[in-house]
């Protein structure tokens, strides 16, 4: 019978041409409106890294001003110092740790008929690849002895790789940055977490880094830090030194934890850090260390910011204005079919029987709207990155799950529309109808 319904559904969509080109659009159109922004609120509240998030933590501690006017307020930064990122590292009370932070050098070609240019650099530790899972072409990342050392390494992204290498194996081979040789150890390929959940605080939609350093390296030759730096005190003295037993921070810390004991027992090695620490008059505040993990991290950053929950509510409302148009004209549609209706209730059709012919049809309808839907939300995606250009690079890609959640959504929304008006048509009296036939 379904097959059959299909048919009836088909030849007469088939019959009102017109006006079932008008309700595909009315739909199409809602649907793109509202997939242009879910697509993007998915994209931006993703779980980068589903199988791990919940054992990956992001350090805080509350090493700020005490002066604010309202100490209910009180939050602790999003970054740690120096001092105490160290501190924490020397420590090594977790499975992994990981303090990095974002930098810019300048890579010298090997052919010197190329000019220098700037690559988005990424100070850290060895931890980092295994811990952020990070996938690799060549080789790997570099060992902890590397760190202690301050050994000249560096791993490089697949499209650096390619543009300095053509792609080849440059495992072994060296690339000159600030002045400094570094010699490979390993080539990424393409990774692009999405949110970049390890540095929200620089930017949780920029692409991930294109060369990556260990850290020990950055500070024992001072290079230069181009993420977000913020300091509540002045320093006590000039100087990089200075800088490094400041108040200020910049470097972002995380800890992988692989239970809730292990978690326990981290926050109970930090709370004992930071009463240390008052002890030698550093964290004026009340004492508010906190473990976040990954999806923590990114509801408490608002990574998906208020403004595009709010363009999605608005966007559905419209989905639902289109919705009220096609029950009008789904409405119109069934009853200019009375005739119809009323010789197939004469000859035993039964209600239930019209109201799946009705529903399957309206699911046609809604299907039709989905595909072209999708193609709709297409050009809207494609819009926003022209408007934006390309700081929403990152954003506007539609994947498999949001195609068929765009035709599903056309298909339910279809659905629902059709019920008033499926509920009249069976309401249809064969005995007036037939009078006139």
Not at 44 to 52: E, F, R
Not at 381 to 389: A, M, N, P, W
Request: aromatic share 10%.
């Amino acid at each position: 019978m379904f097959r059959y319904y299909l048919k009836l559904g088909w030849l007469s969509i088939r019959r009102n041409p017109l006006l079932s080109a008008l309700m595909v659009a009315a739909i199409a159109v809602g649907i793109g409106a509202s997939m242009t922004t879910i697509t993007v609120n998915y994209t931006m509240s993703n779980n980068p890294i589903p199988h791990k998030s919940e054992q990956l933590f992001a350090v805080q501690l509350d090493n700020w001003d005490p002066n604010q006017d309202d100490p209910s307020s009180f939050e602790p930064p999003d970054q740690v110092t120096y001092t105490d990122a160290m501190a924490l590292m020397r420590a090594k009370k977790a499975f992994r740790q990981v303090a990095s932070n974002r930098s810019g050098l300048v890579l010298e070609p090997e052919n010197p008929d190329e000019r220098p240019f700037s690559v988005d650099t990424r100070n850290t530790w060895a931890d980092f690849f295994p811990m952020f899972e990070a996938p690799f072409l060549y080789g790997s990342g570099w060992d902890e002895a590397a760190d202690e050392n301050m050994d000249q390494v560096v791993v490089l992204s697949q499209a650096i790789n390619e543009q300095v290498f053509g792609g080849e194996n440059s495992v072994g081979r060296s690339v000159r940055l600030n002045g400094m040789d570094f010699r490979v150890v390993g080539v990424l390929k393409e990774w692009l977490p999405m949110p970049k959940f390890y540095d929200v605080t620089n930017g949780p939609f920029d692409p991930t880094e294109e060369v990556f350093i260990p850290f020990t390296v950055a500070i024992e030759h001072e290079l230069p830090r181009n993420g977000n730096t913020n300091c509540w005190k002045p320093t006590d003295g000039d100087g990089f030194e200075a800088f490094k037993a400041s108040e200020c921070v910049w470097i972002q810390f995380w800890a992988e934890l692989r239970n809730e004991d292990e978690k326990r027992e981290y926050m109970e090695f930090l709370n004992a850090y930071v009463e240390q620490q008052k002890e030698l008059g550093r964290f004026p505040r009340p004492m508010n260390n906190r473990l976040d993990d990954v999806m923590e991290w990114m509801e408490r950053q608002e990574v998906v910011e208020e403004d595009a929950q709010v363009m999605m509510g608005l966007s559905l409302l419209f989905l639902l204005v289109c919705l009220l148009n096609t029950i009008g004209l789904l409405l119109a549609k069934f009853m200019r079919k009375s005739g119809d209706i009323s010789v197939r209730r004469a000859l035993g059709a039964r209600k239930s029987d019209l109201f799946r012919q009705h529903m399957i049809e309206a699911g046609l309808i809604g299907l039709g709207g989905g595909v072209l839907g999708v193609g709709l939300t297409l050009l809207g995606l494609k819009g926003i990155q022209s408007l934006f250009g390309d700081i929403v690079d990152n954003l506007v890609g539609m994947d498999w799950v949001m195609v068929l959640t765009a035709i599903g959504l056309a298909i339910v929304s279809a659905l629902l529309a059709a019920l008033y008006p499926t509920w009249q048509a069976c309401r249809i009296m064969p005995a007036s109808q037939l009078k006139t036939q």
